[in-house]
């Protein structure tokens, strides 16, 4: 058995809250691999509190980056724990050739064995669209997507309502994706819903995808067989630069502020 | 950590050489997840010694499914080793709702994260319209693969050609896929292949996917999530029948031989 | 005009009571056919006694090639009679260069000329997702197609409810996909449903497709135009092998049964 | 055995040569069917000689719908003997409820159950993107299709070459289809490439498609079957309007002439 | 600043009424244009009162590509006033090298960046399936399309009903659009509605494009940069042929009358 | 005519050199308007020298939302002078509901009326697949694209060649899309292409498209139509937040910086 792999998952925005929860399922899945793997969960040191459309998604990659390269030499690969087509995965692959994924990959590859068509059960309605333009880039095509629900619940809900309310409203959202859009399995589309799995699951009687679980499961696979993103196409690395100064104790972006103009 | 999980692959030909060659690539993998699932390699008892189309996949389905019923009680999920959109997964997970997967699905899903756009490199020519066939059915399109391209190898080359030789005509294929057709990441397409991964990768520089890993990976985190195929739409378990009458020591294939008509 | 076509139609599962039907289906298009093309309507020897699903498909299709290549040399074509991507047929367009169809995708290219969307009235829901895949193989894409309704009966149902039950309940199904899913045709997606045909047409006032029938009618076009299976790509032959033997009085599949291994 | 059915099929354009081709194709296919269905071979008496394009396509829609709707009550089926989308077939459809194809929708649907991948081999290069939109419109998409190639011939080549000529540059272009392109079955993409389908299949070892014959195949199993164009959505027929006024001895286009305005 | 572009817009029915709506429209863009562009609104001579689906459609392109090419010398780019896929551009993008646009493509185009999605509403059913077919052709694909919905009048509806009673049916319309289909923007699908583009979109609350409108617009960019229709592939112009005579004080399709046979 | 409408384009680079070529086609464009329209070009303050890949561009979209946000006040629209699928214009969709719009999308859709497929030649390969995953999002599908087609050049080259090398370069891939792949419009993959266009289009023959021209037309039509950006699905604005504190003389990604965590 070889040396345990070091995972880096990074919550992008700056809730102290997601990142317990998201650490919590992080650390649950990295028990059942009994020492392959080790992981550190952290967050973004700047941006936004919550991920709440492509704004915030701009700026959470910014910072996010920018946290991971200051971290990136102690680690072998890299989760994005966001729910969304993060597109600080898009810039990592170019800048590391460590994999790295986001949990709204990891949980849509994970879902294809179990059934043929598969929903995500998202918050906000602002996120159908989003979500959708995410499974055509990472499928290429809707094809093997039932459909994407909104739960209709607002951030502030799944924080104020009840966790039985929350389930209520989630149950109802995967009943309505089983009987009208023909989904066979559920995918959870938020990283804070990860305790609720097992319960929706037993209710609904279908396979239910925790998001995290599955990242970390992914990693698993990729880190131990040795893979690495592709340097051809579209995640070619970027070609060094002269205004790429080293900052001690900063981030790559910080350097970008100081040295680029 | 949980007791060991059990997989059983399957070889769904009758080939001797070929179950010895896919079962040192299981082991390689086993070994790597230290504990945490433990494999058996088996082969169809009979119907063909290798698949080389259509009329092969439909015999080897037959004879595959009927051994792997006979032994499902003993494993958690089930492998099989055949790089084709082989049957014989689309009845298993009518058949049991434990995890079932084939190694062409697994390594194109491990491809995803690595590059926008993979290759399959395959052996003969037939093999393209039937691997171009069951992408569309695992991604539900073909715009994540670059192409499906045929070594010029017959399944006899395979054999009396030397390492060198398979290397080089692998190789030559790969290297057009990457150049002219913008592959990213390439799949070798042949349980039989596994061993030239790493000199196929030293010499391309882009990731090269062993569909047999890719498979036991995929296989470790369905399993330890305790995740199961979904019993609504595509795969809804078969009502019993009269005709499935128990036949001592024989598979469920041979029930229906002798109980149908 | 030149000699009468012969054609071999076969129910691929071991219901006599259903290949009963089928052959009277059969029997009135040929009759319309004065004289240019003779039929005869066989099944399955040994396999399932009903095709519901993917494990049933699998097992009838090893038996239904078992029986299609002992007769096949007295015939000029092979018509499937069921209503699904039954693998059978692209078995056989391996095995013979003889033109080999199933209804479906008979029943399908019938109705493209009649109107812009067509929908499939099947039975239970099981089969929505699998007809689904059919049409995406036999078309390229689902955009031709309006929906796959199913009337929500079993497979019981359909021998135990009345006439007059059966028929309400696909004209309902069929009156939705017209409503709802804006279909112009309306496909009858079970070989058993052959003489309800003409009351559902009246009652909807749109084309019914039976599926017998345009099975009947596509394979006089491509017999009286001595067309043939491409040797090329997805139906290459199969190369001839040492295993084949040749067993008397018994088909190709009893032949692997007994040399291969 | 029922009274032979009438088929109408019209040469869009003006060429009395092109209609004695078409004639004698129609005519062989007829021979074949022993008395089923009778054709009347007729052209546009207006329009033009031949149809180069978008243009002499919409002219050609004018007069060839002007002299089937003269002539429509005496037939049971209209066939456009044109290989390109000719816009006459949809406009028909609202016209009249009989069955109606022009021979490139007829070429495409006989193909498909040959070989996985068809391509269409046609004169000038002005074609290729003309003939794409129409398989598009007629299967929903292009996936079936391997290409449309052009002979790089010139409408005037077709008649000043000499055979030979002529069919050495269609081999030479199927070839490529086959080879470069994944084809497994050719479409002879003009109505005067008839008499050449023998030969090039015999070159080419794959099957080839004569689109008249395919036409008049395609016309049997619609009539025979009784079949009629669905009254819904795409080709509702328009309402009956005062401007339609009965000219006699004239075409409908003619009453609009005059009616209009 | 350079001399004023001049505009050909027409009609391509005879209606007088719906003629001078779209001349209004035109006109109010026109003046927002500050003497960049000068348009004349006219419509065809001959052909129908209304289009109502593709037998009109075939009708009126006959008659507006003869009205057009008889106006074209004093025009540099042509408009076709009719929200369809109206033939006749196609047909005149062969016949000249000036721009040719419909308002239904400049409609489509002026909403993309506006939201993701878009709906057209539109009178009659018997559009859905025809202009879900434009959009088809216009953009490669329905993706960017949430629905086409009919608002259930018929034309007879537009002109009796009060603009009331034409608002209210069009903005439950919409609704139903945004609401069930996801639009995020409203295309007004008939020429005649200009004018009611304001009040609706203050209702709706989100874009409202006017067809008309949008059409003069896109048609500024193209003049204004010189451009033109590409000579190459789809619009390739048709070689000068023999029978394509002067006829003087006619359009050229008159010219055909005489000239052909 | 109404007041001038104010835009703001802005290069999202840092390159000073870069926003000067960018400003002289703006100001050509400008001057065609005849006072319709005004135009600031300005650059990002901070970022990168040149975007090269997604690294670069999510870099320089956090500084160009943050530039865009300080001025925005006095602009009715701005235009993203980058031809890339740059991230900032579905940020600023977000964020305000005045248009935004990048010049690739502008290209492209200025392209469609001219032909039915468009190629871009682009500088280094490394633009290929993410310029088409920018097309998939714009268009919904790739059917109007002929191919993205990388001219070999580096960033480098275009400094440092000659205009003729570079135009050279241009040329050959240019004339490689038309004849290999099937392009009728050429479409410029860089904002700093502009001056090429008109030599281009002389020795091609074709339409040729220059992006930033393309970007200033179609914001004409936006602006003079009073449309803006819908509210609903993709571009919902965020909800206002207790910590996006108003920070004097700084842009609200400084606001960001300061008062987020």
């Known amino acids: 058995m070889t040396k345990a792999k070091r995972l880096l998952v990074i919550n992008p ?3 102290k809250e997601m990142t317990l929860v998201i650490q919590q399922s ?4 990295i028990k059942k691999l009994g020492g392959l793997m ?3 969960t952290t967050s973004a040191d700047q941006g936004v509190a919550s ?3 492509s704004f915030d998604e701009a ?3 910014y910072w996010t980056v920018d946290k991971v390269m200051t971290l990136l030499d102690e680690y072998d690969g890299v989760l994005i724990a966001c729910f969304s087509h993060h597109i600080s995965v898009k810039v990592l692959r170019e800048a590391t050739s460590k994999p790295v994924m986001h949990i709204m990959e990891a949980a849509i590859l994970q879902s294809l064995p179990l059934g043929a068509k598969f929903s995500i059960v998202t918050d906000s309605a602002h996120w159908k669209p989003l979500l959708e333009e995410g499974i055509q880039s990472i499928l290429g095509s809707m094809e093997r997507c039932a459909s994407v629900r909104s739960s209709g619940m607002t951030a502030l809900d799944t924080v ?3 966790v039985d309310q929350v389930m209520n409203k989630l149950l109802e959202a995967s009943q309505l994706a089983i009987k009208e859009d023909g989904a066979e399995v559920i995918l959870l589309g938020c990283a804070g819903m990860s305790q609720l799995k097992k319960d929706i699951e037993i209710n609904l009687g279908v396979p239910v995808i925790d998001a995290v679980s599955a990242g970390v499961m992914s990693m698993v696979g990729l ?5 690495f993103t592709s340097p051809c196409g579209m995640y070619t690395p970027l070609p060094s630069r002269p205004d790429e100064v080293s900052v001690p104790n900063q981030g790559i972006m910080m350097a970008y502020h100081s040295g680029a103009k």
């Open 223 to 227: 880190l131990l067989s040795n893979l």
């Open 51 to 53: 991920v709440e459309g």
């Open 59 to 61: 700026v959470s990659t």
């Open 26 to 29: 992080v650390d649950d899945s």
């Open 38 to 40: 080790e992981a550190t």
């Open 160 to 162: 104020t309502l009840s």
């Open 13 to 15: 925005n700056t809730s």
